[in-house]
């Protein structure tokens, strides 16, 4: 790999954005690149908009990503994947999950969810690759599973070996639900 | 937390790499230095350092009750001889000031790191002070670290620096350097021994003439502190083309070289005393001196003091945090880059914020609901419950610092004459934190106001910390659980009662009771945080409620108590107003909801 990549993780608190970051930066550690990840945490736990960066190359410097500059964009939610969308370079890839969270807010007078923010970032971005996740991880029989089945999507964009993540995941997921994670994993990946 | 035998990372400690988190790699520092005393007061972004530490079974670790305390427990560890580290939030700092200050004409003979966490972009915090002032107004060495690596090398650093010079160092983290994860070589502990006090009255009694001898020796200790920053290579010049040179720190160096990789650099990984000599060669080999730096002109100040031309603020001005576009538009404005063309990105978009509020089954929601009722004025604190102000509960006028709102309330009673309808909203963890003292001078004073203790039994806000209300502590359980009825009795409080915030009615006229005397009263709010109840520390959950969509008149009064588990339904009603949704995974069963519903729509499952 040898310019740096970045990858925006965004969704809301609670979702598992921060855990997703976490992996993805270990498969870089493992694979022999150098990463940086950053993130604010503080207010996150109560419900509120989580953003991660990841970078991965051979030196990175920055823990930021430059507006503008994220070749990848792991939305896992919808209405985040908009509010995030001018982080994406002009021809970078957007993975949304298809997946809503309406916060109470809206139902106060002048905050309104957006109408279709898929069919919003498709008309702005050319590269959006949808999932829906839950879907999946229900057919998988475990709505855990979300999370890996996003970094196998965004596992396709990035130049590392499929069994470096094989490995990572197997480390990092809780005992017994290895499999069920590497065929998580496997489903993602072959999203396109 | 409980003491675990295992630390981040790999305890034996080959020379292996991973990745830890700024905070995490200072607790790593603490084990491979020798840190044998760690004490704090939690505070984003500071909290993970003593997590973490407390992972290490050989390292004595505390939570205080505040900072000034933990600070004056780490001087005491390091009077012994002790190794020893404080950390903190930058506001904390301002807590611990007293003893921070008066340490300087003593020395830190163990070695002392004290580390500042400052928050540039009050990520969550109510100011952004740049806190390397204090390193200059007591006259100690400032280490701002740019990564985890540095973080963690610059505990090691900081800790031999302190020994020889016999100085407290200020460790300065941001929230940046904090929270982020970067690559760090992991070492082995090197043990040191804790060589016992020395008793020396004229060192460790601050007295008038006692001072008027240790004042000159600090002037001359800070003399030989800048001798030292001129060699020590955490202050180094990246040499690169000679036409344009920056001074930078922190994290902002990595910004610059993300942006202007080509430059001369100049790191300054000790930011006081400046290495004023090395910066005046490097300033005379380049055409352009340039002083890249987050929040104040710190350095520049200095730097121009000493006679030498840089530009600095005028292009990178002292609000907020920087990053690298930040960085690049200074360059772009000074003239030294060209604007990029436009790049093709997708315009950015106003999309519905996402204000935190209180989680399902908080215990804070019944109160501020009530208080709202009764139109209290409010004058709060620092905490989880300070949300209280935001809309749609909205209750909670003032809120300055931690244990403000009982001293506040007073002054507001005694300029208007009486205390009615002034209520002080103040958390367990901040009343032992700075409010105890506050309610002694409320009941000298006769001041006539209302004192709601929301008692959630932990430090909430800042991620579920223990305190001494909460019967464990940070080396496990088997801690202290003060009685906060006990406490305010004793502090000569007469009017002590304790409600249940789930139950509403009982609440608001326990409340309204109160807040029409005009004696001083003290309420206790006595449910445990939703999301670390003290006893197990798994979330609470009771049966779930949901919305009978037959009774339902879609009045959206349960909407009013900002619960993240209510919205509102796809349902109508014939008026076509939107019934209401409760989550039923989300909803903790806390029925505040169903007590405000005036057609006794929301009922508990089945
Ligand atoms: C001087 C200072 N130290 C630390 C903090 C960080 N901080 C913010 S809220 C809080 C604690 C709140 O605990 P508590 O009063 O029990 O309220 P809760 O969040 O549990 O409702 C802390 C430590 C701060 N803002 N100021």
Not at chain 1, 125 to 153: C, F, H, K, W, Y
Not at chain 2, 189 to 197: A, C, I, N, P
Not at chain 2, 258 to 270: N, Q, R, T, Y
Not at chain 2, 374 to 400: F, Q, W
């Amino acid at each position: 790999m040898k310019q740096t990549k970045n990858i925006l993780i965004v969704g809301v608190g609670g979702q598992g954005v921060l855990l997703a970051s976490e992996l993805l930066s270990a498969v870089a550690v493992e694979a022999g690149l150098d990463a940086k990840k950053s993130e604010v945490h503080g207010m996150a736990q109560r419900g509120g908009v989580v953003s991660s960066h990841v970078r991965i190359g051979e030196k990175v410097y920055s823990p930021l990503i430059p507006k503008g500059e994220a070749d990848v964009i792991l939305a896992f939610e919808e209405a985040e994947a908009l509010r995030w969308s001018f982080f994406l370079k002009p021809k970078g890839t957007m993975v949304v999950n298809q997946y809503k969270l309406v916060p109470p807010i809206a139902s106060m007078k002048g905050f309104d969810y957006p109408q279709d923010p898929v069919k919003s970032i498709q008309t702005k971005i050319d590269r959006t690759v949808l999932v829906d996740a839950e879907q999946i991880a229900r057919e998988l029989g475990n709505i855990r599973l979300v999370n890996t089945i996003l970094l196998g999507v965004v596992s396709r964009f990035l130049d590392i070996d499929e069994a470096v993540w094989k490995k990572v995941i197997r480390e990092r997921v809780p005992k017994g639900t290895e499999t069920l994670n590497i065929e998580a994993f496997s489903r993602g990946r072959r999203i396109s | 937390m409980t003491k675990k035998k295992n630390g981040t990372g790999n305890k034996t400690g080959a020379a292996m790499k991973t990745i830890l988190s700024g905070n995490e790699a200072v607790a790593r520092g603490c084990y491979e230095y020798g840190i044998h005393v760690a004490t704090a007061y939690p505070g984003t972004p500071s909290t993970e350092i003593l997590e973490n530490a407390a992972r290490y079974p050989e390292i004595y670790c505390e939570w205080s009750p505040n900072e000034k305390v933990a600070f004056e427990v780490a001087m005491g560890a390091t009077f012994e001889g002790a190794r020893t580290l404080v950390a903190m939030k930058h506001v904390g700092l301002n807590v611990a000031a007293d003893p921070f200050m008066s340490m300087s004409l003593i020395g830190a003979p163990g070695g002392f790191i004290v580390v500042s966490a400052d928050d540039p972009g009050m990520h969550s915090s109510q100011n952004e002070q740049d806190n390397r002032y204090y390193a200059k107004f007591a006259g100690y060495p400032c280490l701002e670290p740019s990564d985890s690596q540095e973080a963690k090398d610059f505990v090691g650093v900081g800790l031999d620096i302190s020994v020889d010079y016999d100085v407290p160092v200020l460790l300065r983290m941001t929230t940046r350097v904090c929270h982020s994860k970067t690559a760090v070589k992991l070492g082995k502990r090197r043990e040191t021994q804790v060589k016992g006090f020395q008793r020396d009255p004229q060192k460790f009694v601050v007295l008038p003439s006692h001072g008027r001898i240790r004042h000159p020796w600090a002037v001359e200790r800070l003399r030989k502190l800048a001798a030292l920053s001129e060699n020590t290579p955490m202050n180094r010049v990246e040499k690169g083309s000679s036409q344009i040179g920056i001074i930078t720190h922190g994290v902002t160096y990595q910004y610059v070289k993300e942006v202007m990789p080509d430059a001369s650099i100049f790191k300054l990984g000790m930011s006081y005393p400046l290495p004023v000599g090395k910066i005046k060669a490097f300033a005379d080999s380049v055409d352009r001196l340039f002083v890249v730096e987050e929040l104040e002109p710190f350095i520049e100040e200095q730097i121009k003091a000493a006679g030498i031309a840089c530009e600095g603020k005028i292009f990178w001005s002292n609000l907020g945090e920087l990053n690298p576009e930040r960085v690049e538009q200074g360059l772009v404005e000074a003239g030294v880059l060209r604007q990029e063309a436009k790049k093709q990105t997708a315009p950015s978009e106003k999309v519905i914020p996402r204000p935190p509020i209180f989680c399902p089954g908080c215990p804070h929601r019944g109160l501020y609901y009530a208080l709202r009722k009764l139109k209290a004025r409010v004058t709060t604190d620092i905490g989880c419950y300070t949300l209280g102000v935001l809309p749609p509960l909205e209750s909670g006028d003032t809120c300055v610092e931690m244990g403000a709102s009982i001293g506040v309330a007073v002054g507001m009673a005694k300029a208007r004459g009486n205390g009615k309808g002034i209520v002080a909203t103040i958390g367990d963890s901040t009343f032992l934190h700075s409010g105890m003292t506050g309610l002694l001078n409320a009941v000298n004073d006769k001041a006539g106001i209302t004192v709601v203790i929301a008692d959630n039994r932990i430090t909430a806000m800042t991620g579920g910390q223990h305190h001494p209300g909460t019967g464990e502590s940070l080396m496990g359980p088997g801690g202290f659980k003060a009685d906060l009825a006990k406490i305010c009795q004793a502090l000569g409080a007469v009017r002590i009662k304790v409600v249940d915030p789930y139950r509403l009615q009982e609440t608001l006229d326990t409340l309204k009771q109160e807040m029409e005397n005009d004696e001083l009263s003290v309420i206790i709010t006595n449910r445990p945080c939703a999301l670390f109840p003290p006893e197990n520390r798994k979330r609470v959950r009771m049966k779930p409620f949901q919305v009978d969509l037959e009774k339902c008149i879609g009045c959206h009064t349960c909407l009013r108590v900002s619960c993240p588990a209510i919205s509102e339904s796809h349902e109508t009603t014939e008026k076509g107003l939107t019934k209401s949704h409760i989550d039923p995974v989300l909803c903790t069963g806390c029925s505040v909801c169903a007590q405000v519903c005036p057609v006794q729509a929301i009922i508990p499952t089945e």
